[in-house]
């Protein structure tokens, strides 16, 4: 496919997503039905853990039936901003600074309150396997998406707001998240609430206190960076590969394209912006494993190392970003054409996922069109 047939494609896509106003429904938005108010539904964990797991794979919208509404999530905006901001160098004639006010004004707006610094959840209630988060209690990991979209606005445009953010969201690493030590290493909690032990979403906090450092030059940040960092990487396979999950009774051990994606993005981003190298080895043996083992044709994006099923939308743009960043064009451009041509509708949105057996059309905005929007717009940055 041609870059500007891509382009008109990605296009099609921003203007679905203007539309709709940044807002969509949610794999995971399945609490924020009125009937899980109701008593016993508003505890049972197995009953809205067990209903959320339904509902994000059931092939057909009964959300509107549900009374659950198109959400706002703050990681929408932060992937609409990263795109923007690749957009306004490739086409620099385009006043984007509209689409920058008001993106920045409702990240700021929609920070969760009462942390240490600048941080983010989700805009849905979320029962996860070994953790109950309510809407907008924040997680490192939307915390991670929207600051390494605020810090790659501001390497393009100098825009000290957005820096101003990421600096104070460091705070929030450091001070709010729990850790988990071994030895002199430990991995940082998914949020405030919980103990999981989760690499890539520790690897979110070392990417932006390492990104924070490149600028403020403050030890303290690369320090507790590298302690991080440093526990990941011991906790790296002989064949290359990253679990999810490594703590003790955790099952989720399985390894992922998406989530490996997010760790080798932050290991680079953070050896880019520390200058500390002492990790390339660890770096290099996990993006040939990513490489060798998650694409199925050399061309589609498998969901597990060992499993194709499902194709998933999140998978799909984590791929062309991680692609890219290493220098995998050809690799990148295969998957973007494949994409385009299997998982775009008409009217611009991204499907959810193709199953063995059949496909999933339900327009979810994060997970699939914003990620997918961020990750067309970064691969013609850098075409």
Not at 7 to 34: C, K, M, N, V
Request: aromatic fraction near 16%; proline fraction near 4%; charge should be positive.
């Amino acid at each position: 496919m041609e870059t500007d047939l891509i382009s008109e494609r990605l296009f099609r896509l921003q203007r679905y997503i203007e539309r709709e106003s940044y807002r969509g429904y949610d794999p995971y938005d399945a609490l924020t039905s009125p009937i899980f108010r109701l008593p016993i539904l508003n505890r049972n964990k197995a009953l809205r853990w067990g209903f959320q797991q339904v509902l994000k794979r059931l092939p057909v919208n009964i959300r509107p039936w549900l009374g659950i509404s198109k959400g706002y999530n703050p990681v929408t905006l932060g992937l609409c901003l990263q795109g923007y901001a690749y957009l306004s160098r490739l086409r620099p004639d385009e006043n984007y600074g509209m689409k920058f006010d008001f993106l920045l004004r409702e990240l700021e707006r929609l920070k969760s309150e009462g942390y240490s610094g600048a941080c983010w959840g989700y805009d849905f209630d979320w029962e996860a396997r070994y953790a109950r988060i309510p809407a907008f209690a924040p997680t490192v990991v939307a915390t991670g998406f929207i600051t390494n979209a605020l810090f790659g606005y501001y390497q393009i445009t100098g825009c000290q707001k957005a820096f101003a953010l990421c600096e104070s969201a460091t705070r929030f690493v450091l001070n709010d998240l729990n850790k988990t030590y071994e030895g002199d290493v430990f991995c940082y909690s998914y949020s405030p609430l919980d103990r999981q032990v989760v690499l890539n979403a520790t690897m979110k906090g070392a990417r932006l206190l390492a990104q924070v450092y490149s600028v403020t030059k403050d030890d303290r940040l690369i320090r507790e960076a590298r302690k991080t960092v440093e526990f990941v990487v011991r906790k790296q396979q002989p064949n290359g590969a990253w679990a999810y999950a490594t703590k003790k009774g955790d099952a989720r051990t399985w390894a992922d394209n998406f989530h490996t994606g997010y760790v080798l993005d932050c290991l680079d981003d953070y050896q880019k912006h520390s200058g500390d190298r002492s990790f390339s080895e660890a770096l290099e043996k996990g993006l040939r494993y990513y490489e060798e083992n998650f694409f199925e044709r050399g061309e589609i994006p498998k969901y597990y190392d060992k499993n194709l099923y499902p194709i998933d939308a999140t998978a799909i743009a984590q791929s062309i970003l991680t692609l890219t960043r290493f220098g995998k064009m050809e690799l990148a451009t295969r998957v973007v054409n494949w994409a385009l041509n299997n998982m775009q509708d008409e009217s611009g949105y991204i499907y959810y996922q193709r199953g063995k057996y059949g496909l999933n059309r339900i327009p979810y905005m994060r997970w699939s069109s914003a990620w997918m929007f961020a990750a067309l717009s970064f691969f013609l940055f850098h075409s």
